[in-house]
C-alpha cells in the first residue's frame, strides 16, 4: 500500500476543513476538533495551527461553509416559489426549518460558531448589499420585505428593517429548535409541519413597517 500524498502548500488548509466538514455533519459542534480533523487527513495537529489559529477558528471555517448551504436553499425559495411575495416568505421559513433538520448538526454547527455578528451583518445590511455573502443575503431579505411593505399598502422604513428581520427570523428560529431538539422534538414531522405553518404565518402577518414597537397597533381602541 502506497503512502498518501504529502500535502503541497496551499492544499492542507482545505484538506482538514474538508474533513472538520464531514465530522461536523456526523457529530455536530463537539465533533469539529483540529486533533480528530488532522488525523483524518494524516497530519499532526500542530501541522494546522498554519492554517486555523485555534479550535473555534475551525469551526468558524465550518460554519461558514453551512452558512452559505442555508442562504442558497433560501435564494432558492424565493426565486423559485411562484405566487405572491407572502407564498415567498412562507417558502423561505420553511426552507429555514427544513435545512435545519435535514442537515441538524451542521445546522447547530453554524450557531454554535461566533465568527459572523449577526446584528451587525443586519445594520450593515441596510448600507448596501456589500462583499460578505452573509450580508449580501441579508440585503435581498430587505428587498422581499419591502415588497411585503407595499403590498400592505407601508412603506419600506429602513429604519425598521432591522427589527423586523430579528422579530421574524426569532420566530422561525425559536420554533425551529424547538422541533430539533426542544420540547417539540417528539411531535410528529406532520404535527411539526402543521403547527409551523400557523407560527410563520404569524411571524409573517408581524411584520409592521410604520410602528412596530407598538403593542396595541391592532388592538381595539376604546
Given at each position: ?49 498554519r492554517h486555523f489559529k485555534d479550535q473555534s477558528s475551525l469551526l468558524d471555517s465550518v460554519a461558514d461553509i453551512a452558512t452559505a448551504e442555508l442562504i442558497e436553499n433560501l435564494s432558492a425559495a424565493f426565486q423559485d416559489t ?78 425598521f428593517m432591522v427589527q423586523n428581520c430579528l422579530a421574524g427570523w426569532s420566530t422561525v428560529h425559536g420554533f425551529t429548535v424547538l422541533c430539533t431538539s426542544g420540547h417539540l422534538a417528539s411531535l410528529s414531522d406532520k404535527h ?31
Amino acid at each position: 500500500m502506497s503512502n498518501p500524498k504529502p500535502y503541497h502548500h496551499g492544499n492542507l488548509h482545505e484538506a482538514i476543513l474538508r474533513e472538520a466538514i464531514t465530522l461536523a455533519r456526523e457529530g455536530g459542534p463537539q465533533a469539529v476538533t483540529i486533533r480528530a480533523a488532522t488525523r483524518a487527513v494524516g497530519v499532526s495537529p500542530t501541522a494546522a495551527y498554519r492554517h486555523f489559529k485555534d479550535q473555534s477558528s475551525l469551526l468558524d471555517s465550518v460554519a461558514d461553509i453551512a452558512t452559505a448551504e442555508l442562504i442558497e436553499n433560501l435564494s432558492a425559495a424565493f426565486q423559485d416559489t411562484e405566487g405572491s411575495i407572502v407564498d415567498k416568505l412562507m417558502a423561505a421559513a420553511f426552507a429555514y426549518f427544513d435545512y435545519a433538520h435535514d442537515e441538524q448538526n451542521f445546522f447547530e454547527c453554524m450557531m454554535a460558531s461566533r465568527g459572523f455578528g449577526i446584528p451587525a451583518g443586519l445594520a450593515a445590511a441596510t448600507d448596501g448589499p456589500g462583499e460578505d455573502p452573509r450580508v449580501r443575503a441579508a440585503f435581498n431579505f430587505y428587498d422581499y420585505m419591502g415588497q411585503y411593505a407595499r403590498a400592505i399598502g407601508q412603506e419600506p422604513d429602513w429604519e425598521f428593517m432591522v427589527q423586523n428581520c430579528l422579530a421574524g427570523w426569532s420566530t422561525v428560529h425559536g420554533f425551529t429548535v424547538l422541533c430539533t431538539s426542544g420540547h417539540l422534538a417528539s411531535l410528529s414531522d406532520k404535527h411539526k409541519r402543521d403547527i409551523a405553518t400557523s407560527v410563520f404565518a404569524a411571524a409573517i402577518r408581524g411584520l409592521e413597517f410604520e410602528n412596530p414597537s407598538d403593542p396595541y397597533l391592532n388592538y381595539p381602541k376604546n
